[in-house]
């Protein structure tokens, strides 16, 4: 979408997003169909080398809710989607940190062996430094189907370290330096919480790019993206089924309709489909342990559906 406003900070009415098919004024919820799987994520586990101010999945040093998978455990995945011939594209693999798993480099070589276009969400700090000659041999064999996505709150070192913490800004950029040096293909994502509109974000990256020599172009909505906000405690409209017509929005547009994600629960004997890479911890979006269940209509039950989906056209594939 365009520019971005502050959010409202008007608290959530506790009556909304309580049943699955009604919403609180009694219309019939939206339901979003999965039209075909294009994207599958990946959670590689909540463990992080930062503690950010406002991350959704609340990674941290210490947080294990959402345990390290293993290599095995994504083969069989990507077996499921061989073995159903489903016309998935796109490897996504998310946190916590994903260099912090100590199969990452494995389940990376093993995706891109088998074709797909691999994306990887990063801090490009420490964890991923250390992988440095892998990237590197994983560049000179798969060339740009694989994609390193760095998050960059903010084009400004003050707001970035406001969410990332204090030194947590040169580490960053030095990574980003190093990818775009070496011309290992990567993307940028921002956040937007601040009021700015989008021309002047991306006016800010592009002097932050042209200062460091890091090869992006800002305007370019698939390789800088802006990410609207998320907090489940503010107030946000429920989606009805007749909302899609009103705004003018296609369901098939939501991430629901295209992508599913993996993660493997603390303690738990298998690792769990589910719905929505936003919603990890939120068991009504469990789509049980096989890709068999993907198929099942989403409830848009959540404030996040509502705020970061539909009303702000938030992605995270690129597909």
Excluded at 116 to 142: D, G, I, Y
Excluded at 275 to 291: I, K, N, R, V, W
Aim: contains cysteine; proline residues 5%.
């Amino acid at each position: 979408m365009g520019g971005v406003s502050q959010p409202d900070r008007t608290a959530l009415d506790p009556s909304k997003f309580k049943d699955p098919h009604i919403t609180a004024a009694g219309e019939t919820r939206a339901r979003v169909s999965l039209d075909v799987l294009r994207t599958l994520w990946i959670n590689t586990g909540t463990l992080c080398n930062l503690t950010c101010a406002h991350c959704y999945i609340e990674s941290s040093p210490s947080n294990d809710r959402l345990e390290y998978i293993t290599v095995d455990e994504v083969c069989s995945y990507l077996d499921e989607i061989r073995d159903q011939n489903l016309a998935t594209e796109e490897i996504g693999f998310t946190g916590g940190e994903p260099f912090m798993n100590p199969d990452i480099i494995k389940m990376l070589e093993v995706t891109l062996s088998r074709g797909f276009r691999v994306l990887v969400l990063t801090n490009a700090m420490k964890p991923m430094w250390h992988h440095k000659s892998s990237l590197e041999a994983l560049k000179l064999r798969f060339n740009d189907n694989l994609v390193i996505r760095v998050s960059v709150d903010h084009y400004t070192q003050q707001r970035h370290e406001e969410e990332r913490g204090v030194g947590s800004w040169q580490p960053m950029l030095n990574g980003l330096i190093w990818l775009s040096q070496n011309k290992i293909n990567f993307d940028v994502a921002g956040r937007t919480p601040w009021g700015e509109e989008d021309t002047a974000i991306r006016e800010g990256y592009a002097k932050l790019f042209a200062k460091y020599n890091i090869l992006l172009d800002p305007k370019d909505p698939s390789r800088l993206v802006l990410f609207p906000e998320m907090d489940a405690n503010q107030d946000v409209p429920e989606i009805t089924d007749q909302c899609w017509s009103v705004l003018n929005i296609d369901p098939g547009g939501m991430m629901c309709a295209t992508s599913r994600m993996i993660v493997k629960r603390k303690n738990a004997e298998k690792p769990a489909v589910i719905a929505c890479t936003l919603l990890p911890y939120d068991e009504q979006f469990d789509l049980g342990t096989t890709l068999d269940g993907a198929s099942n209509d989403v409830s848009l039950n959540h404030p996040h559906c509502a705020r970061f989906c539909v009303l702000g056209g938030g992605a995270c594939s690129q597909g």
